[in-house]
């Protein structure tokens, strides 16, 4: 590599929201272990606002790769227009840190040595046919410790032994107009068996309430909007908030106590800006994939052999509609939840 200038390097991160937040940390790194680094980003646009956050970041290159599978020919000038802003940079390093068939594609059609991680490592074994070089991480690590490696031998520099810094703080973002006497729930998720039921937040809407806390309900589509007003109607002090952007989503975060989430991407956001959080966790493992930081808790039950299933239908379907259903959240009572929040409330 190049010793007489500034390093710049590519980042080929597409999606989701959780996997391009964990990105964050090893951006991070190498910025700190290499000064003067160039970190370009391409992402897909739903989610390019993450990489703007971070203060290391020169330049986001946005692609609609879904959008563009479903209306190829109507969107021929915008593939143009993203491959020409891939091709207009001559990178030192292009770093696959997605390891699937498409960001290889992506990575492939940049102008840099590509590099990710090696077939043993990769999410889809074949794309690491396409490298110059794969590097072994090992599987059973968090995300962020994975990225992390991965980019310290990418870029030949050792492993920090710092926590991971996502490169957002809640005092970075723009001044919040919330007061901090609130508590944000993230309720909604893709998969229907990592919902947590509606009426478990209704009761621990009633315990933050009985705190002195309001509560703060965010949705991203009807369907969630239909689950914070259920929430809503049942609390004495609860506010459904507007759709808005990931930037929003974060100065609003900025200005809450806390926050409670299921297993979905927004939670990544709120961990990266280091607001105090209690995940709930279902039929996922949070050991590979739990909001990452100091104050963050998992609550994830074991009393189910199933556990984690990893699965979007539960083999229960047959429950009996008075219990708790997916029944992997039977023992994540709202007293539980509660208290967790206050000791990490507590501990800031």
């Avoid at 926590?163 to 703080?169: E, N, T």
């Avoid at 609130?182 to 809407?205: D, E, M, R, Y």
Wanted: proline share 6%.
């Amino acid at each position: 590599m190049p010793e007489h200038r500034p390093l710049k390097i590519l980042v080929v991160k597409l999606s989701s929201l959780g996997d391009v937040i964990h990105t964050l940390a090893a951006v991070s790194d190498a910025a700190a272990a290499l000064p003067g680094i160039q970190i370009d980003w391409v992402v897909e646009e739903a989610f390019q606002e993450i990489p703007n956050l971070h203060p290391a970041v020169s330049r986001v290159i946005p692609v609609a790769i879904r959008r563009w599978r479903r209306n190829w020919w109507q969107s021929r000038r915008e593939i143009r227009a993203a491959l020409r802003a891939l091709r207009e940079t001559d990178y030192d390093l292009v770093i696959d840190a997605q390891g699937l068939i498409k960001s290889a594609i992506v990575s492939s059609l940049a102008k840099g040595r590509v590099v990710g991680l090696d077939r043993q490592s990769s999410r889809e074994p074949l794309a690491s046919l396409t490298y110059a070089q794969g590097y072994a991480v090992a599987r059973q690590q968090h995300a962020v410790t994975r990225l992390r490696q991965l980019f310290a031998s990418a870029l030949a520099y050792p492993m920090p032994s710092a926590s991971a810094d996502f490169g957002l703080r809640a005092e970075q973002v723009a001044a919040a107009s919330q007061p901090k006497r609130n508590i944000l729930f993230f309720h909604g998720t893709t998969w229907s068996t990592k919902h947590w039921p509606v009426a478990l937040w209704q009761q621990l809407a009633g315990l933050v309430n009985a705190a002195g806390y309001g509560v703060l309900l965010p949705h991203g589509n009807a369907v969630e909007l239909a689950r914070a007003e259920a929430i809503r109607t049942t609390s004495s002090d609860a506010q459904v908030l507007p759709r808005m952007s990931l930037t929003a989503l974060a100065d609003c975060l900025a200005g809450v106590k806390g926050v409670v989430s299921v297993d979905t991407g927004p939670g990544h956001l709120a961990a990266a800006m280091d607001v105090p959080m209690v995940s709930l966790f279902g039929p996922t493992n949070p050991l590979l994939t739990a909001p990452y930081g100091q104050r963050q808790s998992a609550i994830a039950a074991d009393d189910l052999a199933c556990i984690p299933c990893m699965k979007r239908d539960c083999q229960y379907s047959d429950i009996d509609a008075a219990q708790v259903y997916p029944p992997c959240f039977r023992t994540t009572t709202p007293a539980k939840v509660w208290q967790r929040l206050l000791v990490q409330i507590a501990a800031t």
